[in-house]
Every structure is written in structure tokens, then in C-alpha cells.
């Protein structure tokens, strides 16, 4: 098995850390009971409702086994009524924490992160209640499961061994690999950075689902399907009646959101010079050995 991460502040860190969401799930495949699968991926949410409900209608008729949520569920426009959706799948579900997770956890006990994270958490606090709490306490920071035809194939939010670590497409194979260290699962399937990739590094294959609610580069709701092969998948949406439903939704500057990331979307250039420039900031050691950083940068109004 992989190495089992740090555990962080209201969140869980190992495959068999499951929620009551996912414990009957994640209980059979820890005891090694279930058989390869296909899955479906979606991440990087980030309370878009409208974007989230296109793509599950294609979930529906892909004839996938299980879906993976890979954090950064609700932090966004429309919180409570994704996680209220999402919880509605049951045990279909598998849940994975991303550094949006504890970020809200720590708003609702009272503890709002500094900088635009803050601004998210103190926008999306108010709309939520303890049932949204106990959906996102004690999730795993990463899970393993079987894929038809890929194998033993580990999912996390960021990399395996930070909710917040950027790792991008074009970054140094020396950065890949400390990333990776001590990871056995040959697939390896990450979001937090908004962009689709399916890569090589040194023999490893990297999947990034891209954003199903906040994603850089043309307009759409973007997700994968493992299982036998790779599917990167963009689901179109009518992102100006998606746009109005945000501006009705009650939060916080949500027309300047709804212009941000429905309708007028940052592109991947943008994303990447930024998610560069933060990483070549990052001190020697930082680089060197967890890659903590501050993935929000304000050119792209600071939500990864």
C-alpha cells in the first residue's frame, strides 16, 4: 500500500479512513473483497450546482460502478445544495478530502484561514449547517481502488502527500518524483490545479480530471472516466442560465464568481504562469520536501 499521509486538522489520511459515506464502500475494498471497476472522477466542485448537475446526468449513462469525488466539493457559490446533491448518491460515492475541506472545517469552528481562502470560507460559513459539517469531517486524504483494465490506481486531491501541493503538467520530472516517493500504485489520479492532463512520469501514468465547476481553459464542466482506458471528458452546460442561478444563489459577489469561472473562464496560460511563479517563490526547502504552498494567487482570484 501506499505511504498513509499526515493526518491534518478535522480530515482523515489513510484509504481506511472512511466517513460514514463511505464506510460500507471503503470497508469492502479494504478487506480486499471488490473486484476492478469502472469510476468516474470528478473534482474541484467548488459548489458550482449547475455545472456539477450537467455532468452527473452524463454520469449517469456512462455505466460507471462508483464515483470519485476528489475534494474541493463546496467552496463556492452554491455549498449546501452540492453537498445536499452529492450526499444523495450514497455509497456510489467515494469522498476525498482536498484542502477546500479543511478549510471549511476550520470556518465553521469559528477559525477562517487567512487571505482569498478566508474569503471563500467566510462567504460559503454562513450556508452551511452540521449536516454539511459531517459530510466533510474525517474524509481520506487518499484512497486506492481497483480499475478495470488499469489496475491498483490511487486518487487524491492535490498529491498524495498534501491537499495543497501544486504539481502541474509541464513541472520537472525531480519534482514528480518527490511527489511520488513511496507511492506503489502505478496510476495515479490528482486535481487542485484545474487543468486536464494525462502524463508519463518515469513510467508512472498521472491522470488530472481537470474541474467540473472552476475550470481553467475553455468554457465546460471537465471529469474523467478510469476504467478500462482513460476518458478525459468536458461536459457543456448553458453556462448564462448556469450564471443566473449563481447571482440568485445569495452569496457573496456572486455575479463577479459567475463572470469568473461560468462565463468567462480564466484560460490554462493564465493558470499555468501563475501556479509557476507561486512554485519558484516556494523557499529551497519548501521545494524541496513538501511542496507547501499558497495555491491562490490573485490574478486568478485565489481558488485552486
Known sequence: MHRIAEPQDGVGSGVCSPTAQTAGVLGTMCGGHVGSMRIAVLADIHGNMPALEAVLAEVEDSGVDRIVLLGDIAGGPMPAQTLDRLAGLGDKAIWVHGNGERELLAGLDGRVPAGPAGDTVAACVPLLDQRHRDLMTALPMTVSLPVDGLGPTLFCHATPRRDDELILVDSPISRWERVLEGIDEQIVVCGHTHMPFDRLVNQRRVVNPGSVGMAYGPAGAYWAVLGPTVELRRT?????????????????????????????????????????????????????????????????????
Do not use: M, N, Q
Open 236 to 304: 457543456t452546460y448553458d453556462v448564462h442560465a448556469a450564471a443566473e442561478r449563481i447571482i440568485a444563489s445569495g452569496y457573496p459577489d456572486a455575479a463577479g464568481w459567475a463572470s469568473a469561472y461560468a462565463l468567462r473562464p480564466y484560460g490554462d496560460v493564465a493558470a499555468l504562469e501563475a501556479f509557476t511563479a507561486i512554485i519558484a517563490a516556494e523557499p529551497d526547502a519548501v521545494r524541496s520536501d513538501t511542496g507547501l504552498t499558497d495555491d491562490r494567487p490573485a490574478e486568478l482570484r485565489g481558488l485552486g
